[in-house]
C-alpha cells in the first residue's frame, strides 16, 4: 500500500468518524436551548450533511485497500493485526448497508433499527479502526 493511500484512508477515516460521532452526540444526547426546536443543535443538519457527503471517500478508501492490502492478507494468512483487520472488514458491509438504509427507511420501526445497527457497527469500526492502527506492527 503506497503512503498516499494510507493517509487518504486515515484522512477519510477521521473525518467520517468524526463528523459521524459529533453527530451522533447532537441528535441522540444533546438537550435543546429551546423545547421547540426541531433539531438538538443548530449545526445538526448541516453536519449531518457533511457526513453524508465524506463518507464516500472512506468508501472509496475501504475499496482502494482490498486488494493490495486487505485481500492479500488474508490470502496469505499474514499473522500481524489479523484479528483486527478481520474484524473491520466484516464490519464495512453492515456500517455501510445500515447507514444507506437508516436514510431511506420509511417505517419508524425499520429506521430504529437501522439506526442502532449503524451506530453500534460505526463506533465498533472506529473503535476497532483505532485498535489496528496501534497495535504492534511486523517487524
Known amino acids: 500500500m503506497s503512503r498516499s493511500a494510507a493517509w ?9 468518524g468524526a463528523t459521524g460521532l459529533v453527530y451522533g452526540w447532537m441528535r441522540y444526547v444533546a438537550e435543546p436551548a429551546d423545547e421547540w426546536a426541531i433539531v438538538n443543535h443548530p449545526w445538526e443538519p448541516d453536519l449531518k450533511a457533511l457526513h453524508i457527503v465524506l463518507v464516500p471517500l472512506l468508501v472509496f478508501g475501504c475499496g482502494l485497500l482490498w486488494r493490495t492490502h486487505v485481500w492479500e492478507r488474508i490470502r496469505t494468512e499474514f499473522p500481524h493485526r489479523r484479528r483486527t483487520g478481520i474484524a473491520l472488514a466484516l464490519l464495512l ?40 492502527q496501534l497495535s504492534e506492527r511486523e517487524e
Open 93 to 132: 458491509a453492515p456500517m455501510v448497508a445500515s447507514g444507506y438504509a437508516v436514510q431511506v427507511a420509511e417505517d419508524q420501526t425499520w429506521r430504529a433499527v437501522w439506526m442502532w445497527t449503524h451506530g453500534l457497527t460505526s463506533c465498533a469500526w472506529v473503535l476497532m479502526y483505532l485498535v489496528h
Open 8 to 16: 487518504f484512508v486515515h484522512g477519510s477515516v477521521a473525518l467520517a
